[in-house]
């Protein structure tokens, strides 16, 4: 692929990058960290949907992606699904849905039913990680295309999350009660 693309060399270190940050966030003491602090729990959320998936994004390794399937899924994609896989991939990347993705899957992860189950259960656990890698990387792949609205609507997609994100993250910091049961019972709040 680098004989092929002057463009894969830095793209490949980003993807690495990536992947880096993403196996290390839920690999590394962090994870396990996570288990017992609310605090370490949200910066492993953060790393892997700030760092990580922005790294990944900026790759553009979909096609270095597609060179690792097998010929069969190679000829897959590129047959009669193209076409409606691009298409779906541009409705999801249109900066305002991407935007509306990534505060619902937020949002709805952390209500307090939703996030305890994914607490109890490591298929939810898997499943809410995976929501938010899939969500941050629709998100990130419309802020990074300023072909898609222009760069003053990427910037004020990225100023709303901040404002989505943050408000969520005040409502849990300025609560008066603990809003996990996990937590509480280990005496945080969160």
């Known amino acids: 692929l680098a004989r092929r693309s002057s463009k894969s060399r830095p793209s490949s270190w980003l993807f690495l990058g990536g992947w880096a940050v993403l196996t290390l966030s839920l690999t590394s003491p962090l994870h396990e960290g996570g288990e017992r602090s609310f605090t370490l729990h949200m910066i492993e959320h953060e790393l892997i949907m700030l760092i990580a998936t922005l790294l990944l994004a900026a790759s553009h390794a979909g096609g270095i992606l597609a060179w690792g399937l097998p010929a069969t899924g190679r000829r897959l994609l590129g047959g009669s699904w193209k076409a409606p896989i691009s298409s779906l991939w541009r409705t999801l990347t249109e900066p305002v849905t991407a935007t509306l993705i990534q505060s619902v899957v937020m949002w709805s992860w952390h209500a307090p039913a939703l996030f305890d189950r994914a607490l109890d259960s490591q298929g939810w656990h898997v499943a809410q990680h995976l929501s938010f890698i899939a969500a941050s990387l629709l998100f990130w792949s419309a802020m990074l295309n300023p072909g898609r609205g222009g760069s003053l609507l990427s910037?004020?997609?990225?100023?709303?999350?901040?404002?989505?994100?943050g408000a969520l993250g005040a409502l849990m910091a300025l609560s008066h009660s603990p809003w996990y049961a996990a937590y509480a019972a280990m005496g945080m709040s969160g």
Do not use: I, K, M, Q
């Open 155 to 165: 910037a004020g997609c990225l100023f709303v999350t901040s404002l989505v994100e």
